[in-house]
């Protein structure tokens, strides 16, 4: 009898709205080799198999429907290149979440042979802690290096020198693959080819499982891994002018226990600069002026290996092991001339001076890495270790021959100069995230750090046959650094609501001392960083609040004191007296999704103390700049974000920032309280022609900006490319131009007491590239595998 009023009583309370919901979840990888599956589509059927609920799984595999569910039900999975599932789903009235744990799917190779790809995914989607960018096919992003590709993202910008910024803000944290790399210091970013990245992170305020660094915020690029099973790989070869010559093989090969991965990089370039300089001094008593003009020639050669491998012990625990080697040898040259003239409207000159300087450079940076992963049945349930082990080494030579042409011809005495440099990083972190139900996680980490550099540097002077220590120039500098780190989070969600709590802990103990004991200084810096991710999810739109504590440390560039003598009139040196600044962060974004529109409008307001700028000041004739603390900087702005597909073959995206900051503070009794508005907006179009032909153009532009010493003018530049594919779709062929009709030029005026100094500076011409690409066993190049961990610079 009771059985019978439960049943009864189940069968009228849909009729009056109180009908149980019920969650499904559970996670989706590869069969063979046990890969997440992110964006697989989950479909929950009725009897007559109609979509009762549907949805798409995460980054991580994972999938959680809700909905009102009857007894006897069934669940598909299906995926691009994958074999559809469906399975019977059986719903119990006394559960109201049902967990099926992991689903595999099996590869489909027929299909992936006989079926094309047209569907893409979204370019721009919102995470609860990010947003995600997409490259996708477009033509700039097949050709160049990974430099290309983050110059076509949304919020991010990348100098002719290579210099990364994020919302106008260099102090920006680059990961790959979620890590640290040496990779992505001293433009060698430009060693990974554009076309093996599959998606750009940009994350403006980090949750704590993210190390503090970055007032900024992190751009995390993720590199493309193989998928298929057998042999896979492709062949690049790239030739352009100035001369950039590339060729870059690659293999893999996958079965069900292992996955072996390699890649190999040859790369020629050559660059070639302009700098000139009109400088005032003495300009309230007697005026003295010096124009200078720089021609800079530089080749690189560089070799890549990378190599490793992922053993499969069973269903749920991998191991990776792999070890990269960079080595790069530069081979610059600069001829400077140098006029000096005590009268701006007499053309005439005082005398000339002309300096010829040589350099050669070889870098060669190791990297051994090692993971574990285990999951469980539990979908969502993940426990990793990983360790890792760089070490650099470095040897720069100059050799500087100066001599005055006018009046009286003269030849002064040679310079030489040393930097030898080497780094040892130890690194290892082990995460677990432990999900509590279907929708909420706790997950929590720990990871220390530990590195060592050691730096020489030696500047001679000629006399006769002997060399002579030059102004005092000969000093071994060594920096140790160490950063433990612990975080917990925890995130849930609450029907359209879902939110991220978190907190992180950072010790970091750093350590300066030289042979001569001009620097002798030991730093502790101990804080925690909370953040919080909010999220509430509509039809087709989301909105988001977030709040991120950061932190900036100086870079070993920005502490290192000795400086570069090329130049007779500038030098840049480091200051190891600079201590960490503190980054406040808030940000509100938007996302709305139409039919062919994207719309994504966000704010935010940045409060960082002791806020770290360059300061130019002149002592003995030589100006000095030099990284500095000021009180602190405000900065508020807004940021837009359209994309729009009017049509198939079309695709136009449009952005812009604009943001106002205040600066206070002051130096050697100079008051650098300072306020400005900044500008910077982007305009990219793509163009599906026929014949398997692809056009795109981008068109960048930065506004004037200005600190209380500074002010640079108006920044644009134009990129274009062409791409076809050939021989059944195994190849691609692309011509593309970079900063087109040299219109990247960064001008500035510096002012200061009694001084103005005009710059223009040309890093790189216009570059013009050809590329051809050849897969085997690919349809695209989603197979290639690269480092995708690594420690530090």
Same mark, same amino acid.
């Given at each position: 009898?009771?059985?019978?009023?439960?049943?009864?009583?189940?069968?009228?309370?849909?009729?009056?709205?109180?009908?149980?919901?019920?969650?499904?979840?559970?996670?989706?990888?590869?069969?063979?080799?046990?890969?997440?599956?992110?964006?697989?589509?989950?479909?929950?059927?009725?009897?007559?198999?109609?979509?009762?609920?549907?949805?798409?799984?995460?980054?991580?595999?994972?999938?959680?429907?809700?909905?009102?569910?009857?007894?006897?039900?069934?669940?598909?999975?299906?995926?691009?290149?994958?074999?559809?599932?469906?399975?019977?789903?059986?719903?119990?009235?006394?559960?109201?979440?049902?967990?099926?744990?992991?689903?595999?799917?099996?590869?489909?190779?027929?299909?992936?042979?006989?079926?094309?790809?047209?569907?893409?995914?979204?370019?721009?989607?919102?995470?609860?802690?990010?947003?995600?960018?997409?490259?996708?096919?477009?033509?700039?992003?097949?050709?160049?290096?990974?430099?290309?590709?983050?110059?076509?993202?949304?919020?991010?910008?990348?100098?002719?020198?290579? =210099?990364?910024?994020?919302?106008?803000?260099?102090?920006?944290?680059?990961?790959?693959?979620?890590?640290?790399?040496?990779?992505?210091?001293?433009?060698?970013?430009?060693?990974?080819?554009?076309?093996?990245?599959?998606?750009?992170?940009?994350?403006?305020?980090?949750? +704590?499982?993210?190390?503090?660094?970055?007032?900024?915020?992190?751009?995390?690029?993720?590199?493309?891994? /193989?998928?298929?099973?057998?042999?896979?790989?492709?062949?690049?070869?790239?030739?352009?002018?100035?001369?950039?010559?590339?060729?870059?093989?690659?293999?893999?090969?996958? +079965?069900?226990?292992?996955?072996?991965?390699?890649?190999?990089?040859?790369?020629?370039?050559?660059?070639?600069?302009?700098?000139?300089?009109?400088?005032?001094? /003495?300009?309230?008593?007697?005026?003295?002026?010096?124009?200078?003009?720089?021609?800079?020639?530089?080749?690189?050669?560089?070799?890549?290996?990378?190599?490793?491998?992922?053993?499969?012990?069973?269903?749920?625990?991998?191991?990776?092991?792999?070890?990269?080697?960079?080595?790069?040898?530069?081979?610059?040259?600069?001829?400077?001339?140098?006029?000096?003239?005590?009268?701006?409207?007499?053309?005439?000159?005082?005398?000339?001076?002309?300096?010829?300087?040589?350099?050669?450079?070889?870098?060669?940076?190791?990297?051994?890495?090692?993971?574990?992963?285990?999951?469980?049945?539990?979908?969502?349930?993940?426990?990793?270790?990983?360790?890792?082990?760089?070490?650099?080494?470095?040897?720069?030579?100059?050799?500087?021959?100066?001599?005055?042409?006018?009046?009286?011809?003269?030849?002064?005495?040679?310079?030489?100069?040393?930097?030898?440099?080497?780094?040892?990083?130890?690194?290892?972190?082990?995460?677990?995230?432990?999900?509590?139900? +279907?929708?909420?996680?706790?997950?929590?980490?720990?990871?220390?750090?530990?590195?060592?550099?050691?730096?020489?540097?030696?500047?001679?002077?000629?006399?006769?046959?002997?060399?002579?220590?030059?102004?005092?120039?000969?000093?071994?500098?060594?920096?140790?650094?160490?950063?433990?780190?612990?975080?917990?989070?925890?995130?849930?969600?609450?029907?359209?609501?879902?939110?991220?709590?978190?907190?992180?802990?950072?010790?970091?103990?750093?350590?300066?001392?030289?042979? /001569?004991?001009?620097?002798?200084?030991?730093?502790?810096?101990?804080?925690?960083?909370?953040?919080?991710?909010?999220?509430?999810?509509?039809?087709?739109?989301?909105?988001?609040?977030?709040?991120?504590?950061?932190?900036?440390?100086?870079?070993?560039?920005?502490?290192?004191?000795?400086?570069?003598?090329?130049?007779?009139?500038?030098?840049?040196?480091?200051?190891?007296?600079?201590?960490?600044?503190?980054?406040?962060?808030?940000?509100?974004?938007?996302?709305?999704?139409?039919?062919?529109?994207?719309?994504?409008?966000?704010?935010?307001?940045?409060?960082?103390?002791?806020?770290?700028?360059?300061?130019?000041?002149?002592?003995?004739?030589?100006?000095?700049?030099?990284?500095?603390?000021?009180?602190?900087?405000?900065?508020?702005?807004?940021?837009?974000?359209?994309?729009?597909?009017?049509?198939?073959?079309?695709?136009?995206?449009?952005?812009?920032?604009?943001?106002?900051?205040?600066?206070? =503070?002051?130096?050697?009794?100079?008051?650098?309280?300072?306020?400005?508005?900044?500008?910077?907006?982007?305009?990219?179009?793509?163009?599906?022609?026929?014949?398997?032909?692809?056009?795109?153009?981008?068109?960048?532009?930065?506004?004037?900006?200005?600190?209380?010493?500074?002010?640079?003018?108006?920044?644009?530049?134009?990129?274009?490319?062409?791409?076809?594919?050939?021989?059944?779709?195994?190849?691609?062929?692309?011509?593309?131009?970079?900063?087109?009709?040299?219109?990247?030029?960064?001008?500035?005026?510096?002012?200061?007491?009694?001084?103005?100094?005009?710059?223009?500076?040309?890093?790189?011409?216009?570059?013009?590239?050809?590329?051809?690409?050849?897969?085997?066993?690919?349809?695209?190049?989603?197979?290639?595998?690269?480092?995708?961990?690594?420690?530090?610079?």
């Amino acid at each position: 009898m009771k059985n019978l009023i439960i049943s009864i009583l189940l069968l009228f309370i849909p009729m009056f709205g109180m009908a149980q919901k019920t969650v499904i979840s559970g996670k989706v990888q590869d069969h063979n080799t046990k890969e997440v599956l992110p964006y697989v589509t989950v479909s929950i059927l009725d009897n007559a198999l109609k979509t009762v609920t549907a949805g798409v799984t995460d980054d991580r595999g994972i999938f959680s429907l809700e909905g009102v569910l009857n007894q006897q039900m069934s669940i598909s999975f299906s995926y691009v290149g994958y074999q559809n599932l469906v399975q019977p789903l059986e719903i119990k009235s006394e559960k109201n979440k049902i967990e099926l744990g992991t689903i595999n799917l099996i590869n489909d190779a027929v299909q992936l042979k006989t079926v094309e790809i047209n569907g893409q995914k979204p370019n721009i989607s919102l995470k609860l802690d990010k947003k995600v960018f997409e490259v996708g096919k477009d033509v700039l992003s097949q050709n160049g290096s990974a430099h290309d590709v983050l110059n076509g993202v949304p919020s991010v910008a990348v100098s002719p020198a290579g =210099g990364i910024s994020l919302r106008g803000n260099s102090n920006v944290l680059v990961l790959i693959n979620g890590r640290q790399s040496g990779l992505t210091q001293n433009n060698a970013l430009d060693q990974i080819a554009a076309d093996q990245i599959e998606r750009i992170e940009v994350i403006t305020n980090p949750s +704590s499982r993210y190390d503090a660094a970055g007032s900024a915020g992190i751009i995390n690029i993720i590199l493309k891994k /193989n998928k298929k099973s057998g042999f896979s790989g492709q062949v690049r070869l790239v030739a352009g002018s100035p001369n950039d010559s590339r060729l870059n093989p690659s293999i893999n090969f996958k +079965s069900n226990k292992i996955n072996i991965f390699s890649n190999f990089s040859i790369r020629s370039s050559d660059y070639e600069g302009l700098y000139t300089t009109n400088q005032s001094t /003495n300009i309230t008593s007697s005026p003295n002026f010096m124009d200078r003009v720089q021609n800079e020639d530089r080749h690189d050669d560089g070799k890549l290996l990378y190599l490793g491998a992922d053993y499969f012990i069973n269903e749920h625990e991998t191991i990776t092991a792999a070890f990269l080697k960079n080595a790069t040898h530069d081979n610059d040259k600069t001829d400077l001339i140098y006029n000096y003239r005590s009268d701006s409207n007499n053309a005439a000159s005082d005398s000339i001076l002309k300096r010829h300087g040589k350099s050669l450079e070889k870098r060669d940076y190791s990297q051994f890495e090692f993971n574990y992963t285990r999951t469980f049945k539990k979908a969502a349930k993940k426990w990793t270790i990983d360790v890792q082990y760089d070490w650099w080494n470095s040897d720069k030579k100059w050799d500087l021959s100066t001599q005055r042409l006018s009046p009286d011809p003269l030849v002064y005495p040679g310079i030489r100069t040393r930097s030898t440099g080497n780094s040892k990083d130890f690194l290892a972190k082990s995460d677990f995230v432990q999900p509590l139900d +279907s929708v909420s996680n706790l997950e929590f980490g720990i990871k220390t750090e530990i590195r060592k550099v050691s730096s020489d540097y030696l500047a001679e002077e000629q006399q006769d046959d002997d060399w002579i220590i030059y102004q005092n120039i000969d000093n071994d500098l060594d920096y140790s650094e160490t950063i433990t780190g612990a975080y917990v989070q925890f995130s849930d969600k609450i029907k359209a609501f879902n939110y991220m709590l978190g907190l992180r802990g950072e010790f970091t103990n750093i350590s300066i001392n030289d042979l /001569n004991n001009t620097y002798n200084d030991q730093k502790n810096y101990n804080k925690l960083f909370p953040t919080v991710n909010l999220s509430y999810k509509f039809d087709a739109s989301t909105l988001q609040l977030n709040y991120s504590k950061r932190i900036r440390r100086p870079s070993l560039y920005a502490i290192y004191p000795f400086n570069e003598v090329t130049d007779l009139n500038a030098q840049y040196i480091g200051n190891p007296d600079l201590n960490p600044s503190y980054t406040d962060a808030f940000e509100m974004a938007f996302l709305k999704t139409w039919k062919t529109f994207t719309f994504n409008p966000s704010v935010y307001y940045q409060y960082e103390k002791g806020y770290i700028q360059d300061y130019t000041f002149r002592q003995d004739d030589i100006f000095l700049t030099m990284p500095i603390n000021i009180d602190y900087e405000i900065r508020s702005g807004i940021e837009l974000s359209t994309l729009y597909n009017p049509m198939k073959w079309l695709q136009v995206n449009a952005e812009m920032n604009f943001y106002r900051f205040k600066q206070k =503070g002051n130096y050697m009794g100079n008051n650098l309280d300072y306020s400005s508005d900044n500008f910077t907006a982007r305009l990219s179009t793509q163009i599906k022609l026929p014949s398997k032909f692809s056009f795109q153009g981008r068109y960048n532009f930065r506004g004037a900006k200005r600190n209380a010493q500074t002010t640079n003018e108006a920044l644009q530049s134009i990129d274009f490319g062409l791409s076809k594919l050939l021989l059944k779709d195994k190849a691609t062929i692309v011509f593309d131009v970079t900063n087109a009709f040299n219109l990247r030029q960064n001008k500035s005026i510096t002012t200061g007491t009694d001084y103005v100094i005009k710059d223009n500076s040309i890093p790189n011409a216009a570059r013009y590239r050809l590329s051809f690409v050849y897969r085997f066993n690919l349809t695209d190049s989603k197979a290639i595998r690269q480092a995708n961990e690594a420690n530090r610079n």
